[in-house]
């Protein structure tokens, strides 16, 4: 995966990756748009083939930067959860 800032601001941030698709790139958004401090997240492709994608987001206020690291750290920690949870039922 390779990131690349496209456009920055004070509260928008646009990020092009390249190697990733949906799969990653819906939960994030998902996340993003149940922040309240988040006015607008979407992920956009050229074409469903294309290695590239980008992520828009506009933020009510923080950093753009702080809010997606946010969101990501909270997939994280969802994922943990989920994985501790199928470990204890699988030893039932």
């Known amino acids: 995966?390779?990131?690349?800032?496209i456009k920055k601001s004070a509260k928008e941030i646009?990020?092009?990756i390249i190697?990733?698709?949906?799969?990653?790139l819906n939960p994030i958004t998902e996340v993003l748009l149940?922040?309240?401090?988040?006015?607008?997240?979407?992920?956009?492709s050229n074409h469903p083939d294309s290695?590239?994608?980008?992520?828009?987001?506009r933020v009510k206020q923080g950093k753009p930067e702080d809010v997606l690291k946010k969101a990501v750290k909270q997939l994280e920690d969802e994922i943990k959860t989920f994985i501790?949870?199928?470990?204890?039922?699988?030893k039932k």
Not at 51 to 57: G, V, W
């Open 19 to 24: 190697g990733e698709n949906e799969t990653i």
């Open 51 to 57: 290695k590239k994608r980008k992520l828009y987001i």
């Open 34 to 44: 149940q922040n309240n401090d988040v006015e607008y997240a979407s992920y956009m």
């Open 1 to 5: 995966m390779e990131l690349k800032i």
């Open 14 to 16: 646009e990020v092009e």
């Open 84 to 90: 501790k949870k199928i470990d204890v039922k699988s």
